[in-house]
């Protein structure tokens, strides 16, 4: 037999892939905590925002100021009756909400939200993941985005969801385009696809000053990105029931809730990544300049919905590819021909 | 044949029909009050004015009083018109009093549609309400003068129609009454139609009093059955309760009207004491248990050990059911009838009402003369009466030749004749109305055989003779009730003699019940329910079932019946009702009325008409709720609802795999033997006017009739004749507590000579001692009945059972 | 007539651009502001407005001024009731007078539409603005007679409908109500 040598080295590998390993684990917590969390206040926000821009209270019986509604939200969610209706393509209805929740929960993981610290004399980058590729990842993630609502729309074999869900599909269709085409300035500024090296170019100057054409566009992309007001076409509540998601009940139901406003902080990510300078700024850590910035697009988002009214199909179409496509494509000459002279 | 212009619309009618009539048929509904199909016109109300554009007399004109003529053109939407029937009903409105929430004819008054309709709302006379008293007008029709507009009807109805004049008009003008002398109970047996009659509220239906409105009842065509005539009616149900019956128009039967034992006999539908739960030995339990039971017990002896009993009020499903139920497990049975007479009465004149000889009631109105034998219409049935009424008016002479004391609202020759010799009488007057010319084979050999002795001092007879002979339309009622059973077959030979002398006769039957056409036509020919008795007592017979049948109501014989049910194993019940033989059965199994499971039921004439379910069961609200609101409490199923139909019953007690669809006709009636029955329509697709069965062959027995020999003798012995009355007699409807008051004193009748050779004068008791039983009357001394009877009313509260068939003079004494 | 509400229709793209920009910017503007308005909501449980006598709330029985049942039970409101949520039966008592010997309003299927109210000749029924019946068990919805019953005459407190209808009751018999003649003398001759 041999013996067994008690004597175990901890060799530098393994230490910086334990370490790696907790910090991915803890980062991972952090960012989700962040992103449930927000999320579910958000609505709280949201619903309290719009009611004071209509003159009234909003929830305020749960809590103090309606602050545990959130909560009272979630068990009412979970204890709900989970419907799946008989007709309904049992396996892809069951999925469609979970593919909303995760794409959308998955674009954070290329935010950086703050500069790279040190444990134990580890340098520990404050991102999940730093691909370099980033931006093109949260295209594509967030093109499978729409499959959740699409497959939702049609899974229910309800004509309201099934119309939501083509709606959805064809508003991301056309406005994937100029989001992409919004980003490509950025990008030519920044000379790399990685969002940590797009966020420490801005360090001196945000690119919204550099780019304000790009930052409007990208905006309004995002506004039909994640289906809200005035581009909610999808589930338009006076002509679809609730559309693409009228068959969903209970968490089902939630799970698109979240996804939506996952959706909506990732975006405000986004934006402060490309435009406003991530986590960059004065007095207070990266992290929560970060959060300041999504919470702000945030309230912008919820202030344009309280604000304007749906567009109309064709307004929207016609935007989109007549409007959106050639003022971003315009955009890349222009910024083009600025870089070169 | 006027042809007119109603509304721009032309129309063609015949000769004499009224332009509001004409516009009918058109589907054009002038209003009216006073007129009615049944009682014709008398230009009272004036709201059916119209204007005539082209006529013979232009202008408004009461479209009821005016004869359709050529070349006429009548508008009813002119606006002369139109406002001449606005004011009329204002002013028919000046003095009614604002009472309609209260008035149980709101929601189908006639003056209320007519106020709607015509626009008038508020009163603008500003004087005072003309008031009325009121009477009690007994327990049927309730009294309310204010409301009447003075159109008529009531006393045209009653007078005119039906031939009472109890009640009437009195007093002149703005005062004119419409009521009785003093308060009293109405005596006609049709009073009941006040109610319907009346376009107001003057009278409503009192035995229904405040229970609901007309939009809340459930309204079912039905079928009444307190007769075997069949009339048609409308039931109502509301509450699960069977709360009142309406006529139904219907041309070939009842015409417009009800009389008051069928208007008011449905009260043993909802009656709070109805068994409503399976019992086996006293001990309520489920159906099938109960079932179950019965079922085990019968396997256990031989099929020729259980014989079964039904009756004619039950409904040609049940009927056929029975019957299948015990051919097919070689039960005994089953019995349908009480005796072997009252059988072969019944199965004769189903034999004998061949096509063509065969008249329904609605053309008895239309014949010129009639003979009654043996028979008493306005107690066995009272449509009857009504519709020789008719025929009357229009100038009919009608004979009755009838033991009994026979009294009907018009006039009439009565030839009051001994049970035996009413053969013999209706012999020789058919005799001697036709000569033998133009007879040949059977009917003149049938002809040869009749008497031809004229009776002694019968000029009676002589005049009504005179009048047969010059009738072109005759028609004979033959009773199957009292009368030997040759005597049926008698008078359709009579009739068939009658066609043979070119005349165009008819031949009308009563029978004893509502069904007794279909048990004629079902009951196997040896079992009759005395003869099951009689099995039983000898101990043949171990298991009795009696389906929808009350033995004590219905046998005569009350010793034998008692013998046979203590020695009996086994008593299984089936009914709706509680009867006494319902609370000694071992096994009750209830089953539903007609009103629950509907039924087709056969008239005296062999018209087959399908009354429909009028509601789903269950014990009323009323009875639920202890006259309280209903129960607070939820759940599925009625209580109450246990009872099936009694067919159905049959099938599982039978252990037939085919029970459960009542109205899946082939499975009840494609076994029957009768072919006449596998002709019926199905239940969703019966006409509205019935259909007729008839004979499939020529009866065998045609100018066969032989007379049976009569005895004038002198006898020691009355013959006792147990008649029906109008009220009381009649099974189902003697379970009415609104006609407990209309039933007779029970009278024994007697002819003036017997009982002054009893020594017994008017008012008198006696007391008749038959067997070891002693039963007391009242007499009333008739000298319009024969001698040598004693009649006797045969009500259900009276022990008729023990008086047989005969009695012996010194047996009665003065009590 | 035709109305243009728009009072400046703008021209050219740069027009449009500048009009459209401007109406946006005002309606952002305007909901702005409205965030910092206080919220003219009156938080119920807390804030009772008193309502209108004839809100259509809760029904209720009424009584006349004599303090009888109004209420004849002539199925007019059971009749009209869209849902038919009123059911009762009506009985007679001794001295003639129709009432509802039960009557029950099944308030889990009312809809408060007043047509009872309205069909009402004796001004009976009538909604009442009281509207806190929510309950958790749903047979407590169901309203029986005594529950609906008030001792008062409601909108209408001095009707009596007894005292105009014709027949005879403990309020009047024949000739005694308003507007009556006494009854005529069927057996007099004098015109």
């Known amino acids: 037999m041999e013996p067994v040598s008690l004597d175990v080295t901890v060799d530098m590998d393994l230490q910086i892939w334990i370490i790696g390993t907790i910090a991915l684990v803890l980062k991972l917590g952090a960012v989700l905590l962040f992103l449930l969390l927000m999320a579910a206040y958000l609505v709280l926000v949201e619903r309290k925002l719009l009611g004071r821009i209509q003159v009234r209270y909003g929830p305020n019986r749960a809590g103090k100021y309606g602050l545990l509604q959130p909560f009272a939200d979630t068990i009412k969610m979970m204890t709900k009756e989970d419907i799946v209706p008989d007709a309904a393509d049992r396996v892809i209805f069951l999925l469609a909400p979970a593919v909303v929740a995760i794409t959308a929960l998955l674009m954070f993981a290329v935010i950086p939200f703050g500069p790279d610290i040190t444990v134990y004399g580890h340098r520990v980058p404050l991102v999940v993941t730093d691909i370099n590729v980033g931006l093109l990842f949260v295209f594509a993630l967030s093109s499978l985005g729409v499959y959740g609502a699409a497959l939702g729309g049609w899974s229910s074999n309800s004509k309201y969801s099934l119309l939501g869900g083509i709606r959805g599909a064809a508003q991301m269709v056309s406005y994937e385009l100029a989001l992409g085409l919004s980003l490509i300035p950025v990008v030519m500024e920044a000379g790399s696809f990685s969002l940590v090296d797009i966020v420490n170019a801005q360090t001196q100057l945000p690119y919204i000053l550099l780019e304000p054409v790009a930052f409007a566009i990208f905006f309004i992309s995002a506004l039909a990105e994640i289906k809200r007001i005035p581009f909610d076409l999808p589930e338009a509540e006076n002509e679809l029931g609730a559309g693409f998601h009228t068959e969903y009940s209970g968490m089902r139901f939630g799970l698109f809730f979240l996804g939506e406003y996952v959706h909506m902080q990732v975006l405000g990510g986004l934006i402060a990544v490309f435009f406003l300078g991530g986590w960059h700024g004065p007095l207070l850590p990266g992290p929560v300049w970060l959060a300041v910035k999504i919470v702000l697009v945030c309230l912008v988002m919820i202030w344009i919905r309280g604000t304007l009214p749906r567009l109309r199909y064709d307004q929207l179409m016609n935007f989109g590819w007549k409007v959106l496509i050639p003022a971003a494509l315009l955009n890349v000459v222009v910024t083009g021909a600025r870089l070169l002279w | ?815 | 007539m035709r109305v243009d509400l728009i009072d400046k229709v703008p021209s050219g793209a740069i027009g449009t651009l500048w009009e459209g920009t401007k109406a946006i910017a005002a309606g952002f503007a305007t909901t702005l502001k409205h965030v910092f308005r206080p919220p003219i909501t009156e938080e119920y449980p807390e804030f009772r407005r008193v309502l209108p006598a004839r809100t259509r709330a809760r029904i209720v029985l009424t009584r006349d001024p004599d303090g009888g049942e109004r209420c004849v039970a002539c199925y007019l409101c059971s009749g009209v009731c869209p849902v038919s949520c009123i059911s009762m039966q009506s009985a007679e008592r001794t001295d003639g007078r129709r009432f509802a010997a039960w009557f029950r309003i099944n308030f889990a299927r009312c809809i408060y539409c007043g047509l009872c109210e309205e069909a009402c000749p004796t001004s009976a029924i009538q909604l009442s603005p009281m509207f806190e019946t929510c309950e958790r068990d749903i047979l407590t919805l169901v309203y029986e007679k005594e529950d609906l019953l008030v001792d008062h005459g409601g909108k209408d407190p001095d009707y009596n409908f007894y005292r105009h209808a014709g027949v005879v009751t403990a309020i009047g018999g024949k000739g005694g109500h308003i507007d009556e003649d006494p009854p005529v003398n069927v057996r007099s001759n004098m015109p």
Not at chain 2, 232 to 248: C, F, W
Not at chain 2, 563 to 582: G, N
Not at chain 2, 668 to 693: H, I, N
């Open chain 2, 1 to 815: 044949m006027p042809k007119l212009t109603i509304d721009d619309r032309e129309i063609e009618v015949a000769g004499g029909t009224k332009v509001i009539e004409a516009a009918a048929r058109l589907g054009i509904m002038i209003p009216r009050f006073c007129y009615h199909p049944a009682l014709g016109s008398v230009g009272a109300c004036r709201v059916c004015a119209v204007k005539v554009l082209e006529g013979p007399v232009k202008g408004v004109q009461m479209s009821c009083m005016l004869d359709a003529a050529d070349g006429m053109q009548v508008s009813t939407t002119d606006r002369e018109a139109v406002e001449f029937r606005r004011y009329v009903i204002e002013w028919l409105m000046m003095n009614h009093p604002h009472d309609c929430p209260v008035c149980d004819e709101g929601g189908h008054c006639l003056l209320q549609d007519m106020t709607v309709s015509g626009g008038h709302g508020i009163r603008r006379f500003p004087g005072k309400k003309r008031t009325y008293p009121d009477q009690d007008l007994g327990p049927l029709v309730q009294h309310e003068m204010n409301r009447c507009i003075h159109c008529y009807r009531c006393t045209r109805f009653y007078q005119q129609f039906c031939g009472y004049r109890d009640l009437g008009a009195l007093s002149i003008g703005n005062r004119t009454y419409f009521g009785r002398v003093a308060s009293g109970r109405l005596e006609s047996p049709f009073s009941g139609n006040l109610s319907d009659i009346c376009p107001t509220g003057v009278f409503t239906d009192k035995p229904s009093r405040y229970f609901g409105r007309r939009w809340d009842y459930q309204r079912t065509p039905t079928i009444c059955i307190n007769c075997s005539l069949g009339c048609h009616a409308v039931t109502s149900v509301r509450y699960r309760q069977v709360a009142r019956q309406e006529a139904r128009m219907s041309a070939a039967v009842n015409g417009w009207f009800l009389c008051d034992r069928g208007r008011y006999g449905f009260f043993y539908a909802s009656l709070p004491g109805r068994p409503r739960q399976a019992a086996v030995k006293g001990e309520t339990t489920t159906m099938d248990e109960a079932i179950a039971h019965a079922r085990s017990r019968l396997e256990t002896l031989p099929p020729d050990a259980i014989a079964v009993n039904g009756s004619a009020r039950s409904s040609l499903e049940v009927l056929a059911m029975t019957e299948r139920a015990a051919r097919l497990k070689g039960w005994r049975g089953p019995a349908f009838f009480a005796d072997a007479g009252a059988a072969h009465n019944v199965k004769t004149a189903i034999a004998r009402l061949e096509e063509g000889l065969a008249v329904s009631l609605g053309e008895i109105g239309q014949a010129d003369f009639i003979l009654v034998v043996g028979a008493d219409p306005i107690n066995e049935a009272p449509m009857l009466a009504l519709a020789l009424r008719q025929a009357v008016q229009k100038g009919a002479g009608i004979l009755v030749l009838d033991p009994r004391p026979v009294c009907l609202p018009f006039g009439f020759m009565h030839v009051p004749t001994a049970p035996e010799a009413l053969g013999a009488v209706l012999g020789r007057l058919v005799k001697k109305s036709i000569g033998p010319a133009g007879l040949d084979g059977p009917a003149a050999r049938f002809y040869a055989s009749l008497p031809d002795e004229p009776a002694t001092g019968q000029e009676v007879l002589a005049r009504a003779a005179g009048l047969l002979a010059a009738s072109r339309r005759p028609v004979i009622v033959c009773g199957t009730g009292i009368v030997a059973s040759a005597l049926v077959g008698l008078a359709a030979d009579a009739a068939l003699l009658l066609t043979a002398a070119q005349k165009k006769a008819g031949l009308f039957y009563i029978l004893p019940e509502a069904n007794s056409f279909a048990s004629g036509l079902l009951a196997p020919p040896e079992s009759t329910t005395d003869r099951i008795l009689k099995a039983v007592v000898d101990g043949d017979v171990k298991a009795l079932v009696f389906v929808e049948n009350d033995p004590f109501a219905t046998s005569p014989d009350r010793e034998l019946l008692e013998r046979a049910l203590a020695k009996v194993e086994l008593l299984v019940v089936l009914d709706y009702l509680d009867t006494p033989v319902s609370r000694r059965a071992h096994v009750f199994l209830p089953t539903q009325t007609l009103y629950e499971s509907g039924g087709i039921f056969i008239n005296q004439e062999g018209r087959a008409q399908y009354s429909a379910a009028a509601f789903a069961g269950g014990a009323p609200i009323l009875e639920t709720g202890g006259s309280d609101h209903p129960p607070r409490v939820y759940g599925t199923g009625l209580p109450g609802a246990d009872p099936q139909p009694a067919g159905q019953i049959m099938a599982q007690l039978a252990g037939e795999p085919m029970a459960s669809e009542i109205g899946a006709r082939p499975e009840y009636f494609g076994g029957s033997t009768v072919s006449e029955l596998a002709e019926l329509p199905d239940v969703e697709a019966f006409p509205e006017e019935g259909q007729r069965l008839s004979p499939k062959n020529l009866p065998a027995d045609r100018f066969k009739s032989v007379l049976p020999p009569s005895s004038a003798a002198e006898s020691d012995e009355l013959e006792i004749i147990l008649t029906e009355r109008t009220f009381g007699s009649e099974d189902l409807s003697s379970y009415s507590a609104c006609l407990e008051t209309r039933e007779d004193e029970p009278l024994a009748g007697l002819h003036r000579r017997d009982a002054e050779s009893l020594g017994i004068r008017e008012g008198d008791g006696i007391a008749i001692r038959t067997g070891n039983t002693t039963l007391e009357f009242a007499v009333r001394v008739y000298d319009n009945m024969a001698s040598g009877v004693m009649v006797v009313p045969r009500l259900q509260r009276l022990p008729w059972q023990g008086l047989g068939k005969r009695v012996r003079r010194q047996d009665i004494r003065k009590a």
